[in-house]
Nanobody, 122 residues
């Protein structure tokens, strides 16, 4: 099982980006999907999460600017970021709770995707 985050890049203040986090592999079911970010010199910050049924929640620091959706058929979550600010500059990473069938039974594990860099600058 792998998670792949993508969609980062350089954007001007006030601009928008849509990230994606795709899970692949032998997957039975994906539970909650989460996004975190880490700015230079700072700790990791939770940004958003979305339940299997589509219930979304975002951090107060991005509320009103970021949304998150998911396509269960594609095993993908999509954070949509708008009105970006320089302080949104960070490496954005995703993780997900994934259920797999293994030779020893059903297993649920947390998987992390490699981060994608978002830089907001003029």
């Amino acid at each position: 099982v792998q998670l792949q985050a993508s969609g980062g890049g350089l954007v001007q203040p006030g601009g928008s980006l849509r990230l994606s986090c795709v899970a692949s592999g032998d997957i039975m079911r994906i539970g909650y999907m989460y996004w975190y970010r880490q700015a230079p010199g700072k700790g990791s910050e939770w940004v958003a999460q979305i339940s299997p049924g589509g219930t979304a929640k975002v951090a107060d620091s991005v509320k009103g600017r970021f949304t998150i959706s998911r396509d269960n058929a594609k095993n993908t979550a999509y954070p949509q970021m708008s009105s970006l600010k320089p302080e949104d500059t960070a490496v954005y990473s995703c993780n997900a709770s994934i259920v797999r069938a293994t030779g020893s039974g059903i297993r649920t594990n947390i998987y992390w995707g490699q981060g994608t860099q978002v830089t907001v600058s003029s």
